[in-house]
Each structure stands twice: as C-alpha cells, then as structure tokens.
C-alpha cells in the first residue's frame, strides 16, 4: 500500500488539475425545516462549493453510474427500414470527489452483477471506467450501521481514499492515476506521528457507530421467517413510493420503454430505473400481477438485498447507509425490519 | 407536409380528432397548442377537424374526440352524449373531464342551492352537481392533470395512430420526484399528496417546491391511511389534508372516508 500525506491547502490544487473533467462533489442543496444542511452530489465547478465535511447525501451519486433515465439507443426510421445508434460514452471521463466507504462499496457490489456477470452491461462499465474516484473518511451519523454490513472500510474501487488529519491530509493512493496526480501537488512520506493520527481518526469514528444489523445467519433466518407477521406490518405502512430504490446506491432494477418520436422518422429506447416496491413491479404479459400486495413487495426487497444476493456473492446488496431509512416517509428501516423479522414477529 | 402517413414503410391513417370543452378554463386545450415547437409535428400527424379554440371550420364526423372539463348542466351531459355518439374513442382530456377538477369543490357541500345562491345571487342560472364525463358516457382513455402536460398527449396521440399501447404510470410521483434529486417537501415542512398520487407529470409542482394537491387523482394502491400518519406526526391538520384530496375529486372517494370518520367522531 502507499501512503502520503499532503497539506490542506494542496487539496484545492489537486481539484484544478483534476478539474479538466467534470467533477462530481457533495455540495449543499438547502436546509430543512429544522435548519440541518441538507447535501447532495452534484457537478462541481469551485473548488469553494465542496462540502468535504457532508454527513451523507440525500441521493447516492448511483446516478452518474447507473442515470434515473438512459438512452440505450435511438433509431433513424424511413420507408426502407431503420438504423439503430449507440452511445455507449466510452470517451466520457468524470472525477468522484469524496466518495465515503459506503458508497465505494456499493459500486463494488454494482461490479460484481453489472461488470462481472454473464450478461454485463456496457452502458455501466463504460462509466465506471471512466470515473476517477477519490474517497474520503466520515464520520459516522447515529443512523448508519455500515459496520453490520461490513462496508465500513473499502478495500479497492477507488483511486485514492483521504483522511483528514487535521491540518492535513493521510492519501492512500490505488491507481497509477492517482500516483501521477500526486505527483503534481507537494506530498510527504507519512511518518510515525501520521500513522499514529491516523489511527486516532479511524478509532473516533468507529466508536460514534450505534446502528447495528445483526446479520448473522440472517439467510436461514429469513427463509425461516417467511410468513411473519412483521412483512405484513411493514407491508401496512409501505407507501410503495419507490423512494428507498431512488435514493438506495445499490438498487439497480429497471424497466424499458419504447418511444417513437411525434414525427415518425426515429425512436428511442429508454432504461429507466424501476422498483420493487412499486405495484407494477411483477406484473407479467396478459396483466398478471404475481405481488399485488405491498408486504410481499417489501418482503423480497429484503430477501433481495439480504438473502439472494448473499447466497449468490457471499455478501448483501446493502452497504448501511442509511439513505432508504431516512427518506422513507412511512418511517422504514433496515435495522427496524431486520430486528424484528429475527424476532419472529 | 400532408402526404400519407407511414412508419416503417407501412401506411397508416391519420385520425379525425375533434377538441370540445364542456365546463372547465380551457386550459388544457390551451396546453396543446403553447408547444409551438413540436405543434406542426403534431398537427401533421392528426386532421384536426373541430378545435374552437384555435380554428373556425367545424366538422362532426371524427374518429377521436377529446372532451375537456366536466359535466355541470343538463344540457352539457346532452352534448357530451352526442359527442360519444359521433366519436369511436373518447378521451377525457384533464383533471376536469376524468374527475370532475376544480368545479366538483361545489359538490362537497351539502345544499347546492345554497351555493348558487352564494355565487350568483338571484341572478338565473341553471347548475347541477359536478360529474366526471364518466358518470353520463363511457370513457375510453383519461389524460390526467390540471393541466395535462402537452407531452404526455403527444406520446399518447403516437401511439394511438400506432395501434400501440396506452399505459400511464401506476406509482405515484415520489418515483419521479426522487429522480429529479429533489428535497423531499416534507423534510422543508411542506405538505405533499405526492406520496399518492399518479405520476407522470414529472413531479412538475414538487420540483418547483410546491407540494402535491393531488390533480392526476390516486395512484393504484395509494397507501391513504399511512399518509395520514405522516401528516398527522408533521403536525399538518386533517382539514389541511382534505383541503388538497378534495381539490381535484380524483381523491372524492377517500375524501368522503375521511370526512365520515371525523364525522363520527373518531380519529380521522
């Protein structure tokens, strides 16, 4: 592994150079009513916007992977037939400016299913090597239980990752990329006294942790638990809203729609991100609806994320963010649920 | 510009459509025609033969018929019925037309006497209650919204001349809200109905941090009960909650629920 400290003033002249592309940053959007900020990603053109002290972001920056709505093709219509474009945005390039742990997580657990599957999908892998991603060390809200999902640390899927040391910053630097970034502002071997700061930093923040998943054995319990009572109380509150999906980094369900233009000579071919919650999820060809009911719908979200994924990739499709608890309106957690399907009821 | 119409090398017919209004502000015809950039498109793709809002000639023999605003005279449910005679599809064009819009805020009080009353005085002046075109003809396809959004109409009317499918958006405008990275309203304070209401407008209101009143009517499986919760943990009154479902009338039904609930005095 290799290290580096830097000063603080070097970070906004590392976000010059890399600037020449567009950067992606938390910023903040507004306050809520009761005057807390309120941050989100989004392109960042000063350095002065970035909000590297943001807790979490209302939306995780799934978008500039996997967008809301994606062209996958457009078609040129004539009397003779048609003709079908492309774009898949190889040449795009696009620069994450602190991604927290979670959320490099999630776009490793997207690789595993988009990039490493069977059947990858060239629209997602295009971007995701395209991204430069620069990481950074949070800290931790009462909400988040990244630690029971064991994505509280990432291990690879970033260029660099930063620490703030206070008056400067501890780099662990992953790509050429990034070492020839490096290169280019005024860097220092870390020290004794920095790997020391270091790991005062990381201590703190695995000490704010309170959330927690118990995810132990959570599989059979599952599989165990299939008729519980409990899928039925949160089914009773799901607004089947598709909020948890929107603002979840790793849902990655969709649907595709057809659309010919109002002048008859093309047409497009959208993805659009979908969601299991919603009603219309499981419905088939001849309108059957195999999960009418919003406690079904609920419940496989769970054995989706919890189960299925786990049982295919050894690891769930959830990195404890806490972003779906938070923006549900109905007031749904993942721990709350969890806990008490395990208690049966 | 005119010529025969065709995709893909296979010709197809250009529907006669016809634009009414019963009673409703015109406006979602207005709609139609603000689109100047894509109105000649749309025009090519149609022979419009009756639209009083933007041309003179008129003709009666039309495929499609278009029916703004809702049914509030006798004599309107008579000319609605003569359109339905005349046209092999009916849409119900807006909030007005598919449930009764603005204008059916009259039928929630008790003595419609009293309001002509309070309106018009002593001036004469026939009115009933407020009906969706619905409840006097049947209804092929309703286009949702106060207004509808042009584009909507636009896909709608391809696929019409297509032979495709019709479907609208059966979640409700969180979907499309949370999409457009929006702030949530109620972490701002504001009430919303987005959480159950039809989307497909885009969360026009909500991405102009104005919450929801409702206007494309429920979303299928609109979850009411739990969205009474929210209102009442937010400390937004049930009246205030009324206010927004009993705008539109696509919300008549659960309104009237809600209405007898408090009615009898239980917690609404």
């Known amino acids: 592994m290799l290290f580096k400290v830097f000063a603080k003033d070097e970070l906004p002249k590392l976000f010059d150079l890399l600037a020449a592309n567009p950067v992606i940053a938390p910023v903040q959007k507004g306050v809520d009513q009761h005057g807390v900020p309120l941050f989100d990603f989004d392109v960042v053109h000063d ?53 927290h742990a979670c959320d490099i997580n999630a776009l490793n657990k997207l690789d595993k299913v988009l990039v490493q599957s069977a059947y990858p999908n060239p629209f997602y892998a295009a971007k995701r090597r395209n991204m430069f991603i620069i990481g950074l060390q949070c800290t931790p809200r009462p909400q988040c239980f990244c630690r029971s999902m064991g994505t509280d640390f990432a291990l690879h899927g970033f260029d660099m990752f930063l620490t703030d040391l206070g008056d400067s910053y501890f780099a662990e630097i992953l790509s050429a990329a990034a070492f020839q970034f490096m290169a280019r502002i005024v860097t220092r071997e870390p020290g004794h006294d920095d790997h020391e700061r270091y790991k005062a930093v990381v201590a703190e923040k695995n000490g704010r942790f309170q959330a927690k998943v118990d995810s132990s054995d959570l599989t059979k319990i599952l599989d165990m638990e299939f ?93 404890g963010c806490g972003r779906c608890g938070e923006a549900c309106l109905a007031g749904i957690t993942v721990p709350a649920v969890i806990a008490s399907v395990r208690e049966g009821g | 510009m005119r010529g025969q119409l065709s995709y893909l090398g296979v010709e197809l017919a250009r529907p006669r459509v016809a634009f009414f209004e019963l009673t409703s502000c015109e406006g979602c015809q207005l709609q139609i025609l603000n689109n100047e950039a894509s109105l000649l498109d749309f025009l090519s793709l149609v022979e419009v033969v009756n639209f009083r809002e933007a041309m003179t000639e008129r003709h009666d023999d039309y495929d499609v018929a278009f029916v703004e605003g809702s049914v509030s005279r006798a004599d309107e449910a008579d ?93 409700p405008v969180c979907m499309e809200c949370q999409a457009s990275q929006n702030i949530c309203l109620f972490d701002l304070g504001e009430p919303c109905l987005g959480p159950v209401t039809r989307a497909g407008c885009n969360a026009w209101c909500p991405s102009n941090r104005r919450g929801c009143w409702g206007c494309r009517g429920p979303a299928d499986d609109a979850n009411l009960a739990q969205l009474e919760k929210i209102m009442a943990e937010r400390g937004v009154s049930a009246e205030a909650m009324l206010d927004r479902l009993e705008c539109f009338g696509g919300f008549a039904t659960q309104a009237d629920l809600l209405r007898s609930a408090a009615a009898d005095g239980r917690k609404p």
């Not at chain 1, 002065?48 to 967008?67: M, Q, V």
């Not at chain 1, 980094?249 to 993805?271: H, I």
């Not at chain 2, 419609?112 to 018009?120: P, T």
Request: hydrophobic fraction near 40%.
């Open chain 1, 227 to 319: 008729e519980s009572p409990a899928w039925k109380a949160w089914g009773d509150k799901c607004l089947s809203c598709g909020t948890c999906a929107n603002v979840c980094p790793t849902c990655y369900c969709y649907g595709v729609e057809e659309n010919v233009d109002l002048d008859l000579t093309g047409a497009v071919k959208t993805r659009r991100l979908h969601s299991c919650n919603l009603i219309d999820f499981a419905v088939v060809a001849g309108g059957h609806n195999f999960r009418p009911h919003s406690h079904a719908r609920l419940k496989y979200r769970y054995y989706h994320k919890h189960r299925g994924f786990v049982e295919a990739f050894e690891e769930a499709l959830c990195v």
């Open chain 2, 79 to 171: 000319r609605l019925r003569a359109i339905r005679a005349n046209a092999k599809i009916l849409v119900a064009l807006g909030s007005c037309a598919c449930f009764g819009g603005v204008n059916q805020l009259k039928n929630r009080f008790r003595d419609l006497d009293w309001v002509k009353r309070e309106v018009y005085g002593d001036f004469p002046i026939i009115t009933q209650e407020v009906l969706p075109l619905s409840a006097v003809v049947d209804v092929d396809l309703c286009i949702y919204g106060c207004p509808i959004r042009k584009e909507e109409v636009e896909k709608i009317v391809t696929n019409l001349v297509l032979g495709k499918a019709i479907s609208h958006p059966r979640y």
């Open chain 1, 47 to 99: 350095f002065a916007d970035l909000r590297l002290d943001y807790t979490s972001t209302i939306h995780s920056a799934k978008r500039y992977f996997l967008p809301y709505a994606e062209t996958l093709a457009t078609f040129t219509v004539d009397k003779g037939g048609w003709e079908k474009q492309v774009d898949l945005n190889i040449d795009r390039r696009q620069v994450l400016f602190g991604l």
